[in-house]
């Protein structure tokens, strides 16, 4: 079976693991975090890189630093995972939910204006694929209305839109490093904060509240309760493991790409015959290879390409069901305007295995595909 994802390593997590262990400090914001967070602020220029245990963490630190008060209104696409929309459910807040674009499946930024009201907090982009959103238009509507921009940059590790990072345009982005996607520690994330005025806030709430990576750095006497907060850090353990991946960032990339170059060669054929359709890059973005998607013409089609698919011992998946048609998506938010690409993209979309070590069988694969399309 060739399976859908496996976990690429570099064959120095385990070293740095037994270093940590050899120093024997182990709870968060040891060396290894703050290589790892170093490494964040140099790849994308952000203020701030603070480590998360999750993607998850890092969107709820996001909706607590942006003041989120129950009833504040976010807009986001439906079609994203579920974490994007629970950090502001989690604070009282209602998601609403507009269409996305038909070539990135990111959300369509010519219909978030019109979904703005006087409860409208924030903007969450997300990055589908590692593909930009239109950026420079939601910076734009953000700025008229005096919103906030948090980014959603799970899939977005070292993309780019126009040049910049994908992270270091809101005024703070989240990243996960979990084992699906393209640099991983099991588990893992974290806050990049562009608006320095949040630094400060961001480092009490990821540390229970109190105050204490600034007695750390000697500049207060004692460390206390401050304001409210929680436990967001991860252990050096997970940023040994996490700082391995990093050290071969590049490379990673740079390999994903060439899988990812492959398919869309061995497949131009394929959607010029109208049997799928082909992810689409616009201009502009800089893209890291974190997903290879196809798109059938019909949900009944692409049910059975997935079974065909497996039935030649190779896995493929489809995601996301759309929040706003999800049973907790109906109760705690709400659309504006149709949902009609949501819907009916993400009845047809079908991920491709997309991992570091399928080289050797990446023909094989795209074999299997092109018979199962004939
Ligand atoms: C993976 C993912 C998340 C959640 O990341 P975790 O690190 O698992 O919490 C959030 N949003 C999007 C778009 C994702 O792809």
Redesign the pocket.
Known sequence: MIPFNKPYMTGKELWNIAQAHAKGHLAGDGGFTRLCSEWLVAKTGAQKALLTH????A?EMAAILANFQAGDEVIMPSY??V??ANAFVLRGATPVFVDIRPDTLNIDETKIEAAITPRTKAIVP?H?AGVSCEMDVIMDIARRHSLLVIE?A??GVMSSYKGRPLGSIGHMA?L???E??NIISG???ALLINDPSFVARAEVIREKGTNRSQFFRGQVDKYTWTDFGSSYLPSELISAFLWAQMEEGESITRRRLEIWDIYHRFLEQAERQGKIRRPIIPAGCGHNAHMYYVLLPTLALRTQFIARLKESGIGSVFHYVPLHSAPFGLQAARTHGDMFNTTDLSDRLVRLPLWLGLEEQQAEVIQSILAVLD
């Open positions: 999750s993607c998850t963490a969107l994203t995972f974490s994007t997300v589908y959603d799970a899939q989240a996960s490093f979990h699906t996607k588990e893992g994330g």
